[in-house]
């Protein structure tokens, strides 16, 4: 058997753990149903009138997105470092960094994506007018790319570590606040009818830096982890 | 320079060196501080519209700018830790940590002391206090990371990543944050060329700075004493030190 190339060996860890998720399809709802969860809670807690919803509804949607992308990247590396078969990676002699851009691609394919798809309707519940779907969409299309990635790092450099998840929220929160920042906004301003060019160039700026430095970092916080 | 670079990364030659360090920086500090308050409390002239309130700049603005300076230093040593595996670099990021978000700290509460009386409010979510707000949260995050791990040298080599991803992200939190409107006024120093403060607020205001700075060195003696203390703490040299006197 010949070793794969470097596109043949994303389409494998891709292709695996696609193959990973459905057979554990629950794992890749429950951060979903989480999602609609806190959703909820805003309404209940703050006021139901959708006036009022409306105004803070962007902002709502973003956190909510964030806690859910952090509640799913508990599960990204800790059950192929527990089983050893992250070890035989770091072993393999394959770019490591290349090969964990493709699991926190798939990550973001089931922790991300879902999300955006069901964004018009929590949009909705929270008063969004159906005209700021698409930024909306667009906004976290982009955005939680950012956060997985950032989140990926984190996961990397907390696995090792018992009771890890407090600390990665600790780590990573900070780190992904301009994504919220200029998600929240770009839906902002499309309720308002304002462009939403410069928030989404800017989303779109960092996912770029972070898809071609993250890599970096994270293969190198998962040798310090994995080792020993 | 490699052999001066060699000598420095020995813990003993380091432990001695900040211990003969120490005072140099420490005395002139606390000089500069004296001299800076002095002219700060009471030789500056009043504020026109500010009246005494604005004199607690000479406090605020050196420890805002220690608090980014020091988390800079931190990520640099962490990095040259990193990199050229000097155990030393990665002792004083480690010392760095907590003096860096104490200087934040002292950012937050002197600016809320500031903001009362001036602007009506303890906090304001202005883009300044938010990204010292934010600096703060890398501090303590960094500080969490560096105390989960029991082995030494994986909790440098991991917090030195993190430090590195920080800093690197330091410039986007700053930037983003700017994205909303401003309460706080716009830098008045750092436009050297017509600087918008009178020369005799000025001065007490880079005396105190610089103050810092040196303060900040004669505490980093001690503390990365302190980190080599902790890591060689089986080492053979030391007890000859312990023994010696």
Request: proline letters at 6%.
């Amino acid at each position: 058997m010949t070793a794969p190339g470097l596109l043949g060996l994303v389409r494998l860890v891709i292709a695996r753990d696609l193959k990973l998720a459905v057979r554990h399809w629950d794992q890749v709802v429950q951060p979903l149903i989480f999602f609609v969860i806190v959703t909820t809670l805003f309404p209940l807690a703050i006021s139901p009138a959708l006036d009022e919803l409306r105004k803070i509804g962007p902002g709502i949607v973003w956190v909510a997105a964030m806690l859910a992308s952090l509640l799913a990247l508990e599960s990204l590396f800790r059950p192929d470092v527990e089983d050893g078969t992250m070890e035989q990676w770091t072993l393999s002699g394959q770019p490591l960094s290349i090969m964990l851009l493709a699991k926190t691609f798939t990550h973001w394919l089931l922790a991300g994506l879902p999300l955006v798809a069901i964004s018009p309707l929590v949009g909705t519940a929270l008063g969004l007018p159906s005209s700021v779907w698409p930024v909306l969409a667009i906004s976290l299309a982009l955005g939680t790319g950012s956060l997985s990635i950032l989140g990926a790092i984190g996961a990397a450099l907390t696995v090792a570590v018992r009771r890890g998840s407090v600390l990665l929220a600790l780590l990573v929160l900070p780190l992904e606040m301009p994504v919220l920042i200029f998600g929240a906004r770009a839906v902002d301003l499309a309720m308002h009818g304002e462009s939403v060019a410069g928030p989404l160039n800017l989303l779109a700026a960092m996912l770029l830096l972070f898809v071609s430095l993250g890599p970096i970092a994270m293969a190198a916080a998962m040798r310090i982890s994995v080792e020993s | 320079m490699w052999l001066w670079f060699h000598k420095l990364s020995s813990p003993p030659h380091a432990y001695r060196t900040a211990g003969r360090l120490r005072p140099w920086f420490f005395w002139p500090a606390i000089l500069l501080l004296l001299i800076g308050t002095y002219g700060g409390l009471v030789l500056a002239p009043e504020d026109y519209q500010q009246k005494d309130a604005f004199r607690i700049l000479y406090v605020h603005v050196p420890s805002a700018s220690m608090s980014l300076m020091v988390y800079v230093a931190l990520a640099v040593a962490a990095a040259i830790g990193l990199i050229w595996r000097m155990k030393l670099a990665h002792a004083f990021a480690a010392a760095c940590a907590p003096v860096g978000a104490w200087f934040t700290v002292l950012t937050l509460v002197t600016g809320s002391i500031y903001g009362k009386p001036m602007w009506g409010t303890w906090w304001e979510w202005d883009p300044r206090l938010t990204s010292e707000l934010i600096l703060l949260f890398l501090y303590l995050g960094y500080m969490a990371l560096r105390a989960s791990f029991d082995d030494t040298q994986r909790a440098d080599r991991a917090s030195a990543i993190l430090a590195i991803v920080g800093v690197v992200n330091v410039p986007i939190v700053k930037y983003s944050v700017v994205w909303w409107n401003s309460l706080h006024q716009g830098p008045s120093i750092s436009k050297l060329a017509a600087p918008s403060i009178d020369p005799s607020m000025l001065w007490p205001l880079l005396v105190m700075m610089l103050g810092f700075v040196l303060y900040f060195a004669a505490v980093m003696c001690d503390r990365i004493r302190g980190e080599i203390l902790r890591r060689e703490r089986n080492a053979s040299w030391l007890s000859e030190i312990a023994v010696g006197t």
